[in-house]
């Protein structure tokens, strides 16, 4: 068959699968270099699927919780204890009928296996309708290798000094949501100088992991000649805090420093518009299509719809009046122009997470649902239809963190089950099919002890309330982490969290079962001392982490990867066998530029030496006309 390749392609693509069950993972990479048709055939979902439940840390679970059970004894009610096999079958002592197994009763038992491996995938299975997952992706991910790669640190020149400064943050920018023509994703961070700095993920528009634009410094801080300090903040933060969010379709990205919400330009790097608030901005959400931005400050939670802003510092206030009757006048509330928009004021202060809910089924379009989680022991339910007023409230005992959620219900009772391999295939796919249901997923800290916690969100059926209500719930402590989690994310068919012990862990969606660790570690680039920066000697924690995936425009293989902010430098967890970029990479590009300047002054000096030699051979020329030969004196 392989002299002639052409016999291959009429080979039907079940047989080929059944035959590749036969290799190892580790060798359909190269079998898919042969031809096309094996590169479609290696590539299979099923495929990978299998190999993916095969070596699952769920699946060893299950089948040494079944050897366990069948190992032991078991008793019958009157006390007696028997041994069954794991068929059911017993064994009938004094038989004389008893004979040996057949290759028939090996084919049924061989049957029986198969057919029991198929339910327990079914059982493990993450998957939901609809949803599109590359499980050539998942199998990389959850048993490939993983690396750290450490984005370039960006630097002010002070003399012949390279200072680095800190990142205040981080979010993802994906220029008309991927449609870019170049599948463009640029990390967006401010910088401890109130600049703005632009890196490139995929490497689409430069070197990978390098930086590709920085603004101006102190573009993000207020304008200290500005007369308009009526809302100045009553706190005193340093720099940005770590508050970004993103408008893809727009290309601005919202920075909050001290109380004051900085619009950039991103093609730009110019501020265009800038509002202050009450209080320090503590966190905000994500930007959403047609919804306003949410903003949580230290003693409220705001809407701010920034469609309706016009496009201009806040900064520059026209005044008609003297200075000082705005602030004395106590009709000012009344009479005010401009008046604040509603805010639902907090009993508990500094909100640290907010979350717009997902729509059923659709991970893109949000709901009116707003969840905002922090400092305090409940997770708090606005309706943006209903807002200010709380509609309801999730009671977690724990300081939550980090909110995210995904748009598929969740059921403690069917996971329970599912872990024990006990439902049916068509039980399994009835469970996810019923209903519109949510999943929330929260991360924090309870009782110094790591806590993820998983809820199950239903919508009420009635007429026009729309109301979520919780159904289930699950609250993994004391396993989780051994300290506090400090971001939750959704990472393909898994859930991926930091921890304050520098580690990055990924779990099944059950929420109990572990499929990966990795540990940041350190840094091999400078950083200057901070009181944001990790302890010495306690190595880097990811305070925030975020999924590559591009959700739109065209999917790449193996480019799901997990970017982190440690709370001053930028870094990405890659799964490969080497990192895709080291810091001397750029290094060695700041040293090409350094040698290029060094030439470029060497060869100025050596010109300006020239020009010099010629000007004094000139003067001496000049300084000898009308002089006669030394001789004739």
Not at 341 to 357: E, F, G, N, R
Not at 540 to 556: F, L, V
Request: hydrophobic letters at 30%; aromatic letters at 8%; glycine letters at 8%.
């Amino acid at each position: 068959m392989m002299d002639n390749p052409r016999q291959l392609d009429k080979l039907p693509d079940e047989i080929l699968l059944q035959i590749l069950c036969f290799l190892e993972p580790h060798h359909l990479p190269k079998l898919q270099l042969v031809c096309h048709k094996l590169r479609d055939v290696c590539l299979d979902h099923e495929l990978w699927k299998h190999h993916c439940f095969q070596r699952s840390a769920w699946y060893h679970f299950l089948q040494s919780r079944r050897r366990v059970q069948a190992a032991s004894p078991r008793v019958k009610p009157d006390g007696q204890q028997q041994n069954e096999s794991i068929d059911g079958v017993n064994d009938n002592h004094g038989d004389s009928h008893s004979l040996p197994p057949t290759d028939q009763d090996d084919l049924h038992q061989s049957r029986r296996e198969h057919l029991q491996f198929i339910q327990d995938m079914a059982n493990w299975d993450p998957v939901f309708p609809n949803e599109r997952v590359s499980w050539y992706d998942e199998y990389i991910q959850r048993h490939g290798p993983t690396s750290i790669n450490w984005l370039e640190v960006p630097t002010v020149r002070e003399g012949t000094i390279f200072n680095p400064i800190e990142a205040r943050g981080v979010a993802l920018f994906n220029p008309n949501n991927g449609d870019d023509g170049l599948g463009t994703l640029l990390a967006v961070s401010p910088l401890d100088d109130g600049s703005v700095c632009l890196w490139d993920v995929n490497g689409s528009r430069g070197k990978q992991g390098g930086i590709i634009a920085n603004s101006r410094s102190e573009i993000l801080f207020l304008n200290k000649n500005s007369d308009n300090q009526v809302r100045r903040s009553k706190r005193i933060d340093s720099g940005v805090t770590d508050c970004v969010s993103v408008n893809h379709n727009g290309h601005r990205a919202f920075f909050a420093v001290q109380s004051h919400l900085v619009e950039v330009d991103l093609n730009r790097l110019e501020v265009v518009s800038r509002e202050s608030f009450e209080w320090s901005i503590t966190t905000m959400s994500q930007v959403h299509d047609n919804v306003p931005l949410t903003v949580g400050t230290s003693l409220g939670i705001h809407l701010h719809d920034f469609r309706a802003r016009a496009h201009v510092p806040r900064d520059v206030v026209d005044k008609v009046d003297g200075s000082g009757w705005e602030d004395n006048s106590p009709f000012k509330a009344l009479f005010d122009p401009n008046p604040l928009p509603p805010y639902a004021s907090l009993s508990q202060p500094t909100p640290t997470s907010i979350l717009h809910l997902p729509r059923p089924g659709d991970n893109e379009m949000v709901s009116d649902d707003i969840y905002v989680a922090g400092r305090f022991t409940n997770i708090i339910h606005y309706d943006r239809r209903k807002f200010p007023k709380i509609v309801g409230s999730i009671f977690s005992g724990a300081q939550l963190s980090s909110l995210t959620a995904l748009p598929y219900p969740y059921s403690t009772l069917d996971y329970e089950v599912r872990r024990r391999g006990e439902l049916s295939a068509e039980q399994v796919a009835r469970s996810k099919s019923n209903g519109d249901g949510r999943t929330l997923i929260a991360g924090g800290v309870y009782k110094t002890k790591g806590s993820l916690e998983l809820y199950g969100l239903s919508s009420a059926n009635q007429s026009d309330s729309g109301i979520t209500l919780q159904n289930s719930l699950l609250k993994n402590r004391y396993k989780a982490a051994s300290s506090i989690i400090l971001s939750v994310a959704n990472h393909g068919t898994k859930i991926v969290c930091s921890d304050g012990s520098g580690l990055i862990k990924w779990f099944e969606r059950d929420g109990h079962t572990e499929c990966l660790r990795i540990r940041v570690g350190h840094s091999d680039s400078p950083t200057q001392s901070s009181l944001f920066a990790s302890m010495p000697g306690s190595g880097d924690m990811a305070r925030k982490i975020i999924s590559t995936k591009s959700k739109y425009g065209r999917e790449r293989r193996n480019e799901d990867n997990i970017l982190f902010w440690t709370g001053e430098k930028l870094g990405m967890v890659s799964f490969s066998g080497e990192p895709l970029f080291k810091p001397e990479d750029f290094s060695e590009a700041d040293a090409d530029a350094s040698n290029e300047e060094d030439e470029q002054r060497h060869l100025y000096s050596k010109r300006l030496r020239v020009a010099l030699e010629q000007q004094a051979d000139e003067v001496r020329f000049v300084r000898d006309l009308g002089r006669g030969p030394r001789g004739n004196e």
